[in-house]
């Protein structure tokens, strides 16, 4: 039966790769990667040097799909999500039966962890209920932006006994802080989480290219440092063309 592995490569560096992740990438025969275009072109080239840097003497190759367009919103945020997953399963599953023999191993390298802000299991999950594509996958942790960012700015993410949330910069813009959550880590903000983290009095620990060389990483109270985020972002966005960053929000008065 085909085999496909779904590896965590950890968020922002090579060095990140654990040792089950190396030998994961050692079995592969065949490297899926949605092709978003340039300027995330940067982060389909990481994923060739990893492969370059811990790949010993096999033969592997890198196939590329072309990512379908995502339609901004025709039903909805999530409902429009949905229908780009099933449109990038389906192109996933043409390309996994033409490239991968019945008994050869696929690989998918995934940013971070799989288990976050990622649709690759999901893509499997559609492939395994809708298409007739017989397989078997595992998935290989990674370490996620949330781990990184944590360690640099050598923080707990959550008090004493208290809950930390996950969320997105859209959710909070739209819903405001998670209930009785005194930290939040916010991913995926195109920048309107960070307005609307204001509503309330945090501090903030922030990190973009974390793991990179062009990390930075800011902290204080939000209030106090969120001009110097936000110019600080539009000009490393402009100079890239991409930028990812990661935060943890934290009530002031939390202890
Ligand atoms: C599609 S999600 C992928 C998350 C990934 N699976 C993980 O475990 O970190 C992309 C978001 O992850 C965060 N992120 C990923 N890599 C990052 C990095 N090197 N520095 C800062 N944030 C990062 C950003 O919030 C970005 O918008």
Redesign the pocket.
């Known amino acids: 039966m085909r085999k496909l592995l779904v590896i965590?490569i950890g968020?922002?560096?090579p060095d990140f790769m654990t040792v089950q992740a190396i030998d994961a990438l050692n079995k592969a025969d065949v490297f899926f990667v949605f092709d978003k275009g340039e300027p995330k072109g940067d982060l389909v080239r990481l994923r060739k040097d990893v492969c370059e840097r811990f790949i010993r003497d096999r033969p592997y190759r890198f196939v590329s799909i072309e990512d379908p367009v995502r339609d901004p919103l025709p039903h909805g945020y999530k409902q429009g999500v949905r229908d780009w997953h099933r449109e990038r399963a389906l192109r996933l599953a043409s390309q996994i039966a033409a490239e991968i023999d019945e008994d050869g191993c696929g690989a998918f390298l995934?940013?971070?962890?799989?288990?976050?802000?990622?649709?690759t299991l999901r893509l499997l999950d559609i492939l395994r209920t809708d298409t007739s594509l017989a397989f078997d996958h595992d998935v290989i942790p990674?370490?996620?932006?949330?781990?990184?960012?944590a360690a640099r700015h050598r923080l707990v993410l959550n008090t004493i006994g208290g809950t930390v949330a996950v969320t997105?910069?859209r959710e909070l813009a739209e819903h405001g802080f998670p209930g009785d959550a005194d930290s939040i880590v916010?991913?995926?903000?195109r920048g309107d989480g960070l307005r609307a983290a204001l509503r309330e009095d945090v501090d903030i620990y922030w990190?973009?290219?974390?793991?990179?060389p062009n990390?930075i990483l800011l902290s204080g109270r939000l209030r106090d440092i969120i001009d110097d985020i936000e110019q600080i972002r539009a000009c490393e966005k402009d100079r890239h063309g991409w930028?990812?960053?990661?935060?943890l929000l934290r009530r002031t008065r939390a202890g």
């Open positions: 965590g968020a922002g560096n995934v940013w971070g962890d799989p288990s976050l802000y990622d649709s990674g370490i996620s932006a949330v781990q990184v960012l997105t910069g916010v991913m995926l903000d990190g973009a290219y974390l793991g990179t990390e930028i990812m960053d990661t935060y």
